[in-house]
Structure formats: structure tokens, C-alpha cells
């Protein structure tokens, strides 16, 4: 090989060797040092899964004979159709503890959980609905206990084939989306007042008085059962204009008619925390034997 021939190589094998070195050094990222990487791609949610014992049974503290009948057609059906013990619990906290959700639970009613609010929320009393929406909740509520009674049973019937007879019933997985929403044939198609759609108003009341609180909740159960219209309900303080039906008070400004003078015991703050006290111990003893019904 002459020197010619050496020279010409030595040069090929020198350009040769610049480039691997600019690629090297562009493979080390950007002048701060820091190395590129690419994350990991996540897995999609599973859209199918099956009940077991790892779930629970979330029912209202202030639980009616419907929810009650509700949550032991549960138990038995789930029991029947996968072979899988359900345990049950209330939404039941201490005043001024936070709400912290259970990972797998079922709710039953009207719970504190955010899903079941914006079920009864929109459920007249005689509509029910249930849901299956992830693998860690399904929800199952009525506008009232009975149309949550009957909610429970068509989820049973619709999922496994689970009648309350004891009629055979086949275990499946469940499909994240499913559910059914019932509507309720009710007597009147529209109620006006002042010529007003009943809709359009708000029912406003005041907490300090447990009777127009009652009263209240009378007069929207009575609308909702002869129109199947959801009445809003606002204390003064978030009422925030427009049509109002007052109970109990002579306007927004939240003077009611029924609330005691303040001169009145309850009013004096040591009585009035006693009293809420003593009223947290029988709530809390009454769910306790609720609980133990089960």
C-alpha cells in the first residue's frame, strides 16, 4: 500500500471516528445535565371485574326500614350469586371529622358520598337508578327508601338473575358503564303557582327550627309525589334570589316565626352544646343497634 493509500485512510478513519463522538454527545441530552427518558406507558382501567369480600356495604346513618330491607337483599344476593360475604357500614363520622371513603364500597341511599348526593339529588321519590361506575364503586339510590328497596332489586336481577324468592342465579363479571334509571308515573304532569311552574321556585328554610326544617322537607315530599318534580331547598344564607316559598320565616332576611326567644335555654351556649352533645350520643347508640341488626 503506498503512502498515498494511508494518508487517504487516516483521513476516512479520523471522519469516521468525529461523527460517532457528535453522536455520543448528543445522546446525553440538553446542557444541564440531565438525562432524556421516555415514561413508562400506563396501563388502561379495567372495564370488567367481579364482587367479593374486599367490598362493603355503605348505607345512611339515618337508615329508613327500606334502606334496611335493601341492604340485606344485598347481602343475601351477592352471597347467592358469587359466594362472597359483604360487610356492611354506615357513612357515620364524628361532627368535624373528615369523610374518608372506603376503597371498594357499594352505596346504598342517600350516603355522604359525593356519587349518591348527585343521585338524590335529581331522584323524585318514586324514581330509582343504580350504577356501575369503576371497579371501586357502584352506586344504587332511590328518592326515597322504597324506590332504593327497588332499585336494589332490579340491580340484582339485571346483574346475576337474583330474585328475592330464591330463584337460581349466575355469577358474571360486571361491566363498568351498566346501570338503569327508572322514571315513576306520577299524577300530575305540571303544578303552577301564581302561574308559575313549581319548578322555578325554591323552598327556603331555616336549620335553627327542627320543626320548619320538617315542615319543609313535608312540603317538597308532597310536591315530588304528586308532580315528580325535585323542589331546590336553601337556608336564607345561600339563597341566592329569585322565587321563593318561605317556611317558617317572613322573608330572606331569615326571621322565622317558631324560633324560640333568646332568652330561651337552648340558646345559652353551655346548654345549647350540651344538648348537642347528648343528641351525638343517641345517634351514635341508635346506629350502633342498627348496625348489629345486620
Not at 238 to 245: E, H, K, Q, T, Y
Request: proline letters at 5%; hydrophobic letters at 30%; one cysteine or more.
Amino acid at each position: 500500500m503506498t503512502i498515498k493509500h494511508q494518508k487517504r485512510l487516516s483521513l476516512i478513519s479520523l471522519i469516521l471516528a468525529l461523527i460517532m463522538l457528535a453522536g455520543l454527545y448528543g445522546c446525553r441530552g440538553s446542557g444541564d445535565g440531565t438525562a432524556t427518558s421516555t415514561a413508562p406507558a400506563t396501563e388502561p382501567a379495567p372495564t370488567t371485574f367481579s364482587l367479593s369480600e374486599k367490598y362493603t356495604l355503605i348505607y345512611p346513618d339515618s337508615t329508613s326500614a327500606g334502606e334496611k330491607d335493601a341492604v340485606k337483599l344485598l347481602q343475601e344476593g351477592i352471597k347467592s350469586a358469587v359466594g362472597a360475604d359483604i360487610r356492611v357500614n354506615t357513612y357515620f363520622v364524628r361532627r368535624g371529622e373528615p369523610v374518608v371513603p372506603g376503597e371498594f364500597e357499594i352505596l346504598v341511599g342517600d350516603t355522604n358520598r359525593s356519587r349518591s348526593r348527585e343521585a338524590a339529588d335529581t331522584l323524585p321519590c318514586l324514581d330509582w337508578m343504580y350504577s356501575i361506575d369503576s371497579p371501586n364503586v357502584i352506586t344504587i339510590c332511590g328518592g326515597g327508601p322504597e324506590a332504593t328497596l327497588e332499585a336494589a332489586r332490579a340491580f340484582l336481577s339485571d346483574m346475576f338473575g337474583y330474585e328475592a324468592n330464591g330463584s337460581a342465579c349466575t355469577a358474571k363479571e360486571l361491566t363498568v358503564g351498566d346501570g338503569r334509571t327508572f322514571r315513576g308515573e306520577y299524577p300530575q304532569t305540571s303544578l303552577t303557582l301564581g302561574g308559575v311552574p313549581i319548578e322555578e321556585y325554591t323552598v327556603v328554610v331555616s336549620r335553627d327550627s327542627t320543626a320548619t326544617a320538617y315542615a319543609a322537607g313535608s312540603l317538597c315530599r308532597s310536591i315530588e309525589k304528586l308532580t315528580g318534580r325535585k323542589m331546590r331547598r336553601s337556608e336564607p344564607s345561600g339563597f341566592d334570589g329569585g322565587r321563593a316559598i318561605y317556611v317558617g320565616m317572613s322573608g330572606s332576611d331569615g326571621k322565622t316565626f317558631c324560633r324560640p326567644p333568646r332568652r330561651c335555654g337552648l340558646y345559652r351556649p353551655r346548654i345549647r352544646q350540651r344538648y348537642r352533645d347528648r343528641l351525638q350520643k343517641h345517634r351514635l347508640r341508635c346506629r350502633q343497634r342498627r348496625h348489629s341488626q345486620f
